[in-house]
């Protein structure tokens, strides 16, 4: 689990500010849940079968023996808060997003941590193609406003009966070829078998690509769906690449699914989601036909590496005690008239305390010693032009002004 | 553990963004440390005897055998980073903010939750008393910023030899009333003594009442520091009162202590904190005085049980498919340009649709049928006078923005 130190945290913070921004223009609204939830949340959502399951989560006991779990992922816990809390009465819409720290027990690499961080939506009573539309200009428009380019695959699933076809006629064409798959996806024939086309495995890939894919079964309402889908992203000049061979990770999506990718960089998904029309009432909720995206925060950060430096407008320096006292009410009259500003605490000698003003990125130094406080004046320093002149303190304030 | 709604969430992100303004003017930098921490992270810190390490922390064990534990409290995660990641050379002074979950296995009660939410700072080779006001008094504006009236007690616990004089002291006075204090009282005699300055049993405060305060005995230099630091408080309006049997729960503390309590509210301290100039060398790193503070958010938000309004500027009302795909579009458009606005995305009855616009508290309603398709306008309904007129969709705009 990493530190984000104070250099990174700044274009952390800018990062969720524009996305809160863009999450709250599209009507979602922020939802802060717990990070530990009992464990049965996510077995029950995730499917008994994937990864995260199976391998990659914090659970323990608390103190009175129940099994409690480090969330992996944001929906399923959004999912158990808005039925805990009676928000999805009949024909209600729900849209809420969520922004917080994950936690997978994975080798930690590039771009993957053991605590992560996640953002994204989750609309609930989105019946209409209009709600996978919106989901997805949502997560498009957050990316653009980050000025980050993207790329987006996109594919369906169909509806249930659709699925559960495709299952039939996979689990067919598999049967013979059961002894040339990888273990894994042997083992998937049994549980999630549409996850044999997330394989990496070139053997699986070579079996796999002459299969028809799931999008060629799909039914003409469901086809019919994407199509209008694909329009509106084309009016609204999103960047996307149809993949016939898209599944998500996650057993519980069927309908419109979607992952996104940085354009021409080399990493994993940034942002990913699509339908969930039956996990609300596999949660014990009403039926509830859902669409939800995630963006991974990590990741866009490591892309932007953002170089932003921080810099403060003024520091005062301090030449003997009773310079040191006037400058700590300065100090605190200029903040709290907005201006960053900063001092050395201590009575150190003016070269030291330039370093400091020096390693601040201080646009201004006020300088005060006995001289200063006997003519009642103060010392500015220019520090971007080496100007120095002698005002008021009074006049700090528009002095400041003027360059910030 | 507690859900937070998107009812509660703008009044607690109003919250955390004020003070984050407060902290970066006050020179803090952000910083965003995992929940879980290697156990003894939070033993070596809080002290064995404390109720924390004793009774309150979630502790788990990871997949290779290693005991983690969901942070309790913040500063002990902060030293632990800066020291790993070397923020700490000499003479450096750095200053720290953190906003974030912690959690604490108790009774579940008003103002108590297991999982819980601290923002707070640290301020690292902070040696003189001005660092000690420089925390109280962005505590004091953050409370003041969030029109929370607060009041400060205050204390000194002296330097390090006068604190281990005072343990003496209090020892032998209390060592023929073994027997009629309170069991926990018994035990904190042998842990932390001045922890029985915190007991509440009645038996207990009797006693202690006779007991000469640990102010009374600490040397004039640390006197004389407190003065000054009293005088600054003085200066800048802060209201505060001396408590000379003030103590804090945590072994870490020596110098100047403070709590903040909301004014004629009864509840426990929503802030906390003081010097700790051992705590880095404990922990591994360079000696470094430091001070540091912690407020409770979810007390404040209890206390402010904010009650603003969720509004959206417009609402548009489909009637027919033709109407609902150029609603969607012009959805979009809107957004883009910065205004809030929602639409029902199924068709439903006109009646449906302005009863979701009013659970929106939409200030404006958009109408379009196939008549205003023939027409080319819109009908706009001004919801707080209920005037209702045509405009061309490009007029939009400005009707909105007028309002908002």
């Known amino acids: 689990m990493e530190d984000i130190l104070p250099q990174q945290s700044t274009s952390w913070q800018n990062m969720i500010s524009t996305a809160r921004c863009v999450f709250n223009s599209f009507g979602y609204h922020e939802i802060i849940l717990p990070v530990a939830e009992r464990t049965e949340v996510f077995t029950r959502t995730l499917g008994d079968s994937s990864d995260i399951v199976n391998k990659e989560m914090y659970t323990f006991e608390d103190k009175k023996g129940r099994s409690l779990t480090l969330r992996p992922e944001g929906t399923a816990s959004v999912v158990r808060a808005v039925i805990e809390h009676g928000l999805l009465s009949s024909g209600n819409t729900v849209k809420v997003f ?91 024939i049994k549980s999630n078998i549409l996850r044999v086309f997330d394989c990496k495995n070139k053997n699986c890939k070579n079996i796999l690509k002459d299969i028809t894919p799931i999008y060629e079964m799909v039914c003409d309402k469901d086809k019919q769906q994407f199509t209008s889908f694909k329009d509106v992203l084309n009016k609204f000049d999103v960047t996307f690449v149809e993949d016939r061979t898209l599944v998500r990770g996650l057993d519980y999506y069927s309908g419109i699914i979607y992952e996104a990718y940085i354009k021409d960089y080399n990493s994993d998904a940034v942002s990913g989601g699509g339908r969930y029309n039956d996990l609300v009432s596999i949660m014990g909720g009403p039926q509830t ?116």
Chains 1, 2 share one sequence.
């Open 98 to 188: 969520y922004i917080g720290p994950m936690f997978r027990y994975e080798r930690p690499q590039k771009g993957r941590k053991r605590q992560f961080y996640q953002m994204g939506v989750e609309f609930f009573g989105a019946r209409s193609y209009y709600s996978d539309c919106d989901a997805v200009l949502c997560m498009s428009e957050i990316c653009k406003k980050l000025d980050i380019p993207i790329v987006i695959k996109i594919n369906t699933l169909g509806c249930k009966s659709c699925l559960v076809k495709y299952t039939e006629f996979i689990k067919k064409s598999l049967t013979n070829k059961q002894d040339d798959l990888c273990k894994d996806c042997a083992t998937r």
């Open 289 to 404: 036909p859902s669409v939800g995206f995630a963006i991974g925060i990590d990741r866009l950060i490591e892309y932007k590496n953002d170089s932003s430096k921080k810099e403060i407008d003024v520091f005062l320096v301090s030449l003997g005690p009773s310079a040191l006292h006037k400058n700590f009410e300065l100090l605190i009259t200029l903040r709290n008239l907005g201006f960053s500003a900063e001092m050395e605490y201590e009575e150190k000698s003016p070269k030291s305390q330039f370093r400091k003003a020096n390693s601040f990125n201080a646009k201004y130094v006020v300088v005060r010693g006995e001289d200063e406080i006997k003519k009642d004046i103060i010392k500015i320093k220019d520090m971007a032009t080496g100007h120095e002149k002698e005002i008021k303190e009074n006049q700090l304030k528009t002095v400041l002004s003027n360059k910030t």
